[in-house]
């Protein structure tokens, strides 16, 4: 592999832009701060706080959907992604990062008793509800504490064993028996992953961490529906990291084959993440019963109806409509519009998911959302690419890389 | 339909098949055929066929489905027989959804199998001539098409050095027809038979 190039250096460029960004975004923050964040008044202390939330909430999920991205392809026996799979390796050590973000705004709102965020916070309304009475085992302080400590330092560590694991493929050629044993291996510790991955984002984590802002509200779709979005999103971005290096000339063997096969996971699971969006709203559409239509009343009828429905035409007509082609797929260009547009997409549906419970009279989009948003794409693009560089970009004695080579869809 | 003259040449690994099909294809002769056990990844590219447009007929069916559903429904409940179900609007787009969406799906489907059936020429009593019956087996047959100036004993010599575990040459039907294998009773009895 003389004439490949293994290892990434990060372009003096893409340092500058991530630190302006980064720039940017902390100017946003500190303003933020001053100016809502220690408001007096209290609906710009929860925009402050619930932009901070959706935001870190969101891009710790797509980090770690990188590592579920893995998790799966293993399990699968999957060979067609060893060829790129040190780019959601790298994706993935952001999830420490920017889950020690979400940790201390969670614990902040939790601790600084932020009851107009988590309404169950405040223990006298509570204990006249009987609803949020009957809910109360889950929503306390207490185990949302100990429970997202746990997801947290455990998608952390899950995602460090694999990674560390994965360091061996880069040494030496593996024999047939230590081959097996190492796949033996990567599938225990994806194994392990994904059970507390589906336990976890699958299930509580989204119901605790953002559908508990409306506590009387509840939808078992919803967790799927956060799973779907932060999937597709986290598949797109590793869409633009793989084209950014096949730009740069880095990743000679990946081809459009295995942009092919990303592009049909950024395109089925668009239509997946519409069918949990459609399931969710047609249920409670159908059953028109107060309790539960009150979360789609100020989305689909009130100030958020144009964010709502945009919302649907980007994550769902577009991706429907231009990924659909085979050669659609199969072409760079395309793919890394469509990546930035479902990560936008995904964001603002994570946006209308908090602020649209936070803010149900006014939409705050604005400067604090883009800025606050920079800070993190400018965090994601500085540690990503000092990730990428920190190892060999192609896992050299991985025993499925061939498979990876001669790959066709 | 014509009756044409094969040359048949059998292969017992894809390792030998494939460099064999780009050989023979180089030397300019013409690939009726390759028939395998199972479907064999990169064939098609190797035959030079062109790409399937079957998506894009999957593609027709299925709008074809939504717009008959939503079409069908729509006039249903709001000119035909207009209900109150619920108390919701006539038209009552989000019920109507997975409906439309089953239609969807069940047009493109069984259009999509018609159509692979229409193309593969598969259909009840649909006869088809069979070079090597281990083709369904464990035996890669390659069929090549003869021309009035092909030297059928080099063509032979050459798949044998390429690979070929058993030659034949064969005057077959390219096309098919209805009826039972034993051509004789082929309805439209064809005069100009070429002499093998």
Same mark, same amino acid.
């Given at each position: 592999?003389? !004439? ?125 509800? *009987? ?58 510790? =994806? =194994? ?26 509840? !939808? ?18 590793? =869409? ?81 409509? +231009? ?57 994601? +693009? ?6 990428? =560089? ?8 991985? *025993? ?10 | ?8 040449? /059998? ?6 098949? $494939? ?18 056990? $199972?479907?064999? %990844?990169?064939?098609?590219?190797? @035959? ?10 999957? $593609? ?16 249903? $409940? ?38 692979? /059936? ?10 088809? %001539? ?8 464990? @035996? ?5 098409? /003869?021309?009035?100036?092909? #030297? ?14 058993? @030659? ?14 034993? #051509?004789? #009773?082929?309805?439209?009895? #064809? ?6």
């Amino acid at each position: 592999m003389a !004439s490949i190039k293994m290892q990434f250096e990060v372009p003096a460029k893409m340092k500058t832009w991530s630190l302006a960004l980064i720039a940017v975004g902390l100017v946003a923050l500190i303003t933020g701060l001053v100016t809502k964040g220690f408001s007096a008044d209290e609906h710009e202390q929860t925009q402050f706080w619930g932009t901070l939330m959706y935001n870190s909430i969101f891009w710790t999920l797509v980090c770690n959907a990188a590592m579920f991205f893995i998790g799966v392809t293993t399990m699968a026996m999957g060979g067609f992604q060893q060829s790129f799979r040190r780019v959601p390796e790298a994706i993935s050590t952001m999830v420490p990062i920017f889950g020690a973000i979400t940790f201390a705004v969670l614990m902040y709102v939790i601790f600084g008793h932020k009851h107009h965020i988590y309404h169950w916070l405040d223990t006298e309304a509570v204990a006249n509800d *009987p609803i949020l009475k009957g809910k109360a085992g889950f929503l306390n302080p207490v185990f949302f504490v100990i429970w997202t400590t746990l997801t947290i330092a455990l998608w952390s560590l899950f995602g460090w064993r694999i990674r560390k694991l994965n360091e061996q493929a880069d040494g030496e050629p593996m024999t047939a028996e230590e081959g097996a044993t190492f796949i033996y291996k990567n599938t225990v510790r =994806a =194994a392990t992953f994904l059970v507390w991955f589906g336990l976890t984002v699958g299930s509580t984590i989204p119901w605790l961490w953002m559908m508990s802002i409306d506590p009387h509200w509840y !939808s078992t779709m919803y967790s799927w529906y956060t799973f779907a979005s932060s999937f597709v999103s986290g598949m797109s971005l590793i =869409a633009l990291w793989v084209i950014y290096l096949k730009n740069k000339g880095y990743l000679e063997l990946t081809t459009q084959e295995h942009l092919h096969d990303i592009g049909k996971f950024m395109f089925a699971f668009s239509v997946f993440w519409t069918y949990l969006w459609f399931s969710q709203y047609m249920l409670i559409w159908y059953a028109n019963i107060p309790e539960e239509t009150v979360y789609f009343k100020h989305r689909v009828q009130g100030p958020y109806k144009g964010i709502f429905f945009l919302n649907l035409i980007i994550n769902f007509l577009c991706p429907l409509i +231009i990924l659909m082609k085979r050669s659609a797929k199969r072409n760079y260009t395309l793919v890394a519009f469509m990546a930035v547009l479902i990560l936008f997409g995904h964001w603002i549906d994570f946006y209308q998911m908090v602020m649209g419970s936070l803010s149900k009279e006014h939409v705050t989009l604005g400067w604090l959302d883009f800025g606050i948003l920079s800070l993190f794409v400018g965090l994601m +693009i500085f540690f990503v690419s000092r990730a990428l =560089a920190s190892k060999p970009l192609i896992p050299k004695s991985h *025993p499925f890389l061939k498979e990876s080579i001669i790959h066709q869809v | 339909m014509a009756k044409k003259k094969f040359v048949v040449g /059998c292969f017992e690994d894809e390792a030998v098949l $494939f460099p064999a099909v780009k050989k023979v294809r180089a030397a300019g002769y013409k690939i009726h055929d390759v028939y395998t056990p $199972f479907a064999v %990844h990169g064939l098609d590219h190797a @035959l030079g066929l062109r790409e399937t447009s079957i998506h894009t007929a999957g $593609f027709i069916y299925g709008i074809t489905g939504t717009t008959t559903a939503l079409s069908t429904i729509s006039w249903i $409940f709001t000119k035909d027989w207009p209900l109150n179900i619920g108390g919701k609007p006539h038209f009552a787009l989000p019920a109507w959804i997975p409906i439309i969406f089953e239609l969807t799906v069940l047009f493109a489907a069984v259009g999509m199998v018609l159509t692979f /059936c229409y193309l593969c020429q598969l259909a009840p009593g649909v006869k088809k %001539h069979h070079f090597h019956p281990r083709a369904t087996d464990d @035996l890669f047959v390659m069929a090549i098409e /003869c021309t009035d100036t092909t #030297n059928t004993d080099d063509l032979q010599a050459f798949l044998q050095s390429n690979g070929a575990i058993e @030659l034949s040459v064969q005057v077959a039907e390219e096309g098919w027809w209805f009826g039972r294998y034993d #051509n004789e #009773n082929v309805p439209f009895q #064809n005069k100009e038979i070429v002499a093998a």
